[in-house]
């Protein structure tokens, strides 16, 4: 998280000094990567008591480490039908339970006393661009029933009464998730992990590993480490030593943007006070600092400049919400999520005492406190619930190759989102002119006297039925009509 829509100070994050490994040193888990992974694990194996040594190449949390909105849910980037297609309910019912004690760590450790400023706030709304009212019942009941997660439906009326848009219909609310400060929450997680026994090292890239024996070597440009356990949690930035490793993900860049003060329009615009994402995957906004928009959008398979990206967030925020105008983009920042071609992540052992903890996706901030804890617990405890990942092996994600075609097939899927949002509006437009120009007509026959005539009082009216002729009308029905018969007739 190289960079954030808020500044904070090395001293107010609690790193006083950036201290690099200059000397030989023994531990019993060596992390590679000082991300939001590897963090969560040294706070964790810290806690219960092991010796934990973190080597960052470069500084902690660099290059946004998770989800740059700091949003906090259970799940996992991989839709849930498809985990239980992939696995089978009773597997997905304890990986999702996984992913909510994932959150609930967050929760434990982003509190004021731990993290002054980290301003934690309730709520998460996922908004469809599309009128998709069944699939939303069948997914509040899975959800509700099956996974134990407490969600509400909202119809169209009330997304659009807390977010004044005609882009968005359904919605699923999660009165439970949350959201963080993503910068103050990743050097808050190295404040506590190093207050905990953990020692951190930045530009401390890695040279090589030798993973044979019961103790691993590490070797760093100024100093070598020996661990019982090695723990690569650097994503799609191990570098050079495990270049075959990091291949199995696409690196997907997301940038996101900051706006100017907008004043009290902005809550006239958006009155929901937590966070929103689409179900595209395509916008993930939310109000900060009062009254600014943070919004994240533009995404691309190579790294770029995020100040290029101004453009297309202003012009995004545009058209969502046309009543804010153009606005102007105050900061803009941006970083890498790693991506499987399966969709989950990569946890487990690769081989005794070398584990692998990546891949997180957009879903960043609650799986990889998950997997922070559920390592440690297998390195301490013999814990072997990372085994239920074992299903999604690595699998290499195609090289440069891969990533234009996941530049591709991330363009069509925001181009097929876009047409098929503007055929729901279309449709709805539709029907809400159909419904004006028969509520017209009514009105318009009530007022000449010419609609539907009620009996008289007293007098019932008189039934016909349309399932089967009387037989006299029969008859009638059976006469040939005469071509010299009067238009009265």
């Known amino acids: 998280m190289s960079e954030t829509f808020t500044s904070v100070p090395q001293e107010g994050a609690g790193l006083r000094d950036r201290e690099r490994l200059s000397f030989d040193l023994d531990a019993d888990i060596c992390v590679v990567g000082a991300g939001l992974a590897g963090l969560s694990i040294a706070l964790e194996a810290a806690r219960l008591g092991a010796s934990v040594a ?14 740059q909105l700091g949003t906090v849910m259970p799940g996992f980037a991989l839709p849930l039908t498809d985990l239980i297609e992939r696995i089978g309910l009773e597997d997905a019912r304890e990986l999702w339970m996984l992913s909510k004690e994932g959150a609930e760590f967050v929760r434990a450790n982003a509190t004021e006393e731990n993290m002054p400023g980290i301003g934690l706030s309730d709520g998460v709304l996922e908004v469809s661009n599309i009128d998709a009212g069944d699939r939303l019942i069948s997914r509040l009941q899975m959800l509700n029933e099956d996974f134990d997660t407490e969600v509400e439906g909202w119809q169209a009326e009330r997304v659009r009464d807390v977010l004044k848009t005609d882009r968005y219909f359904h919605g699923v609310y999660y009165p439970k998730a949350f959201q963080v400060d993503g910068r103050k929450y990743v050097h808050g997680l190295a404040a506590l992990a190093r207050r905990a026994g953990a020692r951190i ?93 943070l919004w994240e959008s533009p995404e691309t398979t190579w790294a770029a400049s995020p100040e290029r990206f101004a453009r297309a967030v202003r012009r995004r925020i545009r058209t969502i919400f ?8 105050a900061q803009m920042f941006g ?28 879903q960043g901030m609650n799986t990889s406190a998950m997997a922070g804890q559920m390592i440690a617990r ?41 047409a098929a949002g503007s055929l729901a509006r279309y449709r709805e437009r539709a029907r809400a002119r159909d419904r004006d120009r028969e509520a017209r007509l009514a009105q318009a026959n ?31 029905a059976m006469e040939p009509v005469s071509h010299d018969a009067g238009v009265s007739r």
């Open 54 to 67: 973190v080597l960052e190449g470069r500084q902690v949390g660099w290059n946004a480490s998770g989800n």
């Open 201 to 293: 090292f930045e530009d401390t890239p890695v040279v090589s590993i030798d993973h044979s024996g019961i103790r691993k070597r590490i070797v760093t440009p100024s100093a070598r480490l020996r661990a019982s356990h090695i723990v690569l949690a650097g994503n799609v930035h191990l570098g050079a030593p495990l270049k075959r490793l990091s291949e199995t993900l696409l690196p997907v860049w997301r940038y996101a943007g900051i706006t100017a003060p907008l004043g009290e329009r902005l809550h006239e615009v958006i009155a929901f006070k937590g966070s929103v994402m689409d179900s595209d995957g395509i916008d993930h906004f939310r109000i900060v600092e009062g009254d600014r928009l």
């Open 322 to 329: 046309p009543q804010l105008g153009n606005v102007e983009i």
């Open 335 to 362: 970083g890498a999520t790693g991506q499987t071609v399966h969709g989950m992540p990569q946890i487990g052992q690769l081989r005794k005492g070398l584990w692998v903890v990546s891949g997180f996706g957009r």
């Open 378 to 418: 297998s390195i301490l405890w013999g814990d072997e619930r990372w085994k239920l990942f074992s299903p999604f092996e690595l699998v290499w994600a195609g090289g440069a190759t891969g990533r234009v075609a996941g530049q591709l097939v991330g363009m069509w899927g925001r181009a097929s989102s876009a």
């Open 446 to 476: 009530r007022a000449a006297g010419t609609g539907p005539r009620r009996p008289p009082p007293g007098v019932e009216p008189r039934p016909t039925s349309r399932l089967k002729p009387a037989a006299h009308d029969a008859e009638q």
